[in-house]
């Protein structure tokens, strides 16, 4: 699974999960750049909120501290013999 399908499968599953840990982890990051966003601009709530880089990076973090669930459906493997 891709980034974007781990994101909607959480979502669709484990909403209440995923929305704290996500305002988590953007409270923390937005804390941490006090002037300049991770992209070099002015680091304002506005900004943040329609920032891809920092959005990506929210993301990124989110699927991280959420790998413990374990529950991202298992892959087929395209080299396994029926």
Known sequence: ???KQKI???VNNYYPT???TRRKVEDELSAKQLIICVCGR???GMHEAHCRKFREL???ETLK???YLKVF???ADPD???
């Open 42 to 44: 002015l680091a304002t």
């Open 80 to 82: 396994a013999k029926p």
């Open 73 to 75: 459906p298992k892959e």
């Open 18 to 20: 995923w929305y704290e």
């Open 8 to 10: 909607t499968f959480l």
């Open 65 to 67: 501290r959420l790998e």
């Open 58 to 60: 929210v993301d990124s």
């Open 1 to 3: 699974m891709n980034k």
